[in-house]
C-alpha cells in the first residue's frame, strides 16, 4: 500500500512541478533537461513498480538505476562542496543545497523500485 500511495504523491508532485518550470523552458541548460528526465523516469519507474506492470526489461532498469545514482552522488557532492568542475550540474533554476538535498530524499524511494525493477530476482 505505501508504494500506491507514494507513487501517486510522487507523481502529482513531478506533474505540479513541471507545470510551474513550463515558462521557463527557454532558458533551461543541460542540467535542468538532465534533472526533468530523470523526475519522469523515477515516476514512471515507481508508478510501473507499484502496480507490478512490466514496461522495461531488467537491463534498461538497471542502466537507469546506475545513471540516476551516478548524478545524484555528482549533484550531492556538487551541492556540498560547491567544486567549480561540477558546476554543469547545477541547473538554470538555482537551487538551495537544501532543496536539491531534499529532492534528493524524497526521491530515494522512487529509486528504490527502479533498483528492485532492476536487481532483485523475480520469484
Do not use: C, Q
Not at 4 to 28: E, H, Q, R
Not at 62 to 77: E, N, R
Not at 94 to 105: K, V
Amino acid at each position: 500500500m505505501f508504494w500506491k500511495i507514494y507513487a501517486w504523491i510522487y507523481v502529482l508532485v513531478i506533474l505540479a512541478g513541471s507545470l510551474l518550470l513550463v515558462p521557463t523552458i527557454g532558458s533551461w541548460n543541460l542540467a535542468s533537461w538532465e534533472g526533468a528526465i530523470e523526475s519522469i523516469l523515477l515516476a514512471i519507474g515507481v508508478f510501473v513498480f507499484a502496480y507490478k506492470k512490466e514496461l522495461f526489461n531488467r537491463k534498461i532498469w538497471k542502466f537507469i538505476f546506475i545513471i540516476i545514482l551516478a548524478i545524484w552522488i555528482g549533484d550531492i557532492v556538487f551541492y556540498t562542496t560547491k567544486l567549480s568542475y561540477l558546476g554543469f550540474l547545477e541547473t538554470s533554476i538555482p537551487a538551495s543545497t537544501s532543496e536539491a538535498l531534499f529532492s534528493i530524499l524524497f526521491s530515494v524511494p522512487a529509486l528504490v523500485a527502479i533498483y528492485k525493477m532492476g536487481f532483485t530476482k523475480k520469484v
